[in-house]
């Protein structure tokens, strides 16, 4: 079992920065990659960024390429959104999400922060 949470969510005008933690606990050592997904109002949830485990390896959807970087430090079992150039269309609640190895999909998830763009 990995357990989640996110922090560092809040309200920030048009063109401003946040930066979201997530924090893992429990079976961290089984962890391959983790992921940040939103959902804002009336919409679906949509992937935004993932970050392998081990190698690094980042992949991002399109609309935040350039702007939103993830990362993670092992050490602390955290994984990192830093978002930049923060659009009124980023507003939502942003998750983190985990998976191991073995999963298809991402079957671990936190409670979500909530990030407020203002134009």
């Known amino acids: 079992q990995v357990r989640l949470v996110e922090s560092g969510g809040g309200l920030v005008q048009a063109g401003g920065s946040l930066r979201l933690s997530c924090a893992a606990s429990?079976?961290?050592?089984?962890?391959?990659?983790m992921a940040w997904f939103r959902q804002a109002p009336g919409k679906e949830r949509e992937f935004v960024a993932r970050?392998?485990?081990?190698?690094?390896?980042?992949a991002y959807t399109e609309s935040v390429k350039g702007r939103f970087t993830v990362s993670r430090d092992n050490a602390k079992n955290t994984a990192y959104l830093q978002m930049n150039s923060l659009k009124p269309e980023d507003t939502a609640l942003y998750y983190c999400?985990?998976?191991?190895?073995?999963?298809?999909?991402?079957?671990?998830w936190g409670q979500g922060t909530q990030v407020t763009v203002s134009s």
């Open positions: 999400a985990a998976r191991t190895d073995g999963d298809s999909s991402y079957p671990y």
């Open positions: 429990g079976r961290t050592v089984s962890i391959y990659a």
């Open positions: 970050i392998t485990w081990s190698a690094g390896t980042t």
